[in-house]
């Protein structure tokens, strides 16, 4: 049984804040990359940040400086800390947990940014 459980989506203003939050069972959590992905209407899903096993971050250029990904290997929980959110975040969010070949996806947690 391999589950990825993300929370923390919602509304929120232009310029607000939000904390996803994506637990994971059924893997060896500490072993794998994971990541966070989005899909917003009529667009393809794009990477927007990963943290290695050994904690090493990378993001998509349009959220570097405001978004930031961390991880709490005691609770099997990866975070997406995103901050000063713009209309274009809008898009659901999708946790991902890879290591080689292994690819795991959560269902997806829905941002909407919208004054």
């Known amino acids: 049984q391999v589950q990825l459980v993300e929370s923390g989506g919602g509304l929120v203003q232009p310029g607000g804040s939000l904390r996803l939050s994506c637990a994971g069972t059924?893997?060896?959590?500490?072993?794998?990359?994971m990541g966070w992905y989005r899909q917003a209407p009529g667009k393809q899903r794009e990477w927007v940040a990963s943290?290695?096993?050994?904690?090493?971050?990378n993001y998509t250029d349009s959220v570097k400086g405001r978004f930031a990904i961390s991880r709490d290997t005691a609770k099997r929980t990866v975070y997406l800390q995103m901050n000063d959110l713009k209309p274009d975040d809008t898009a659901v969010y999708y946790c991902?947990?890879?290591?080689?070949?292994?690819?795991?996806w959560g269902q997806g947690t829905q941002v909407t940014v919208s004054s």
């Open positions: 943290i290695t096993s050994g904690g090493s971050t």
């Open positions: 991902n947990a890879q290591r080689q070949w292994r690819y795991y």
């Open positions: 059924g893997i060896i959590f500490s072993a794998y990359t």
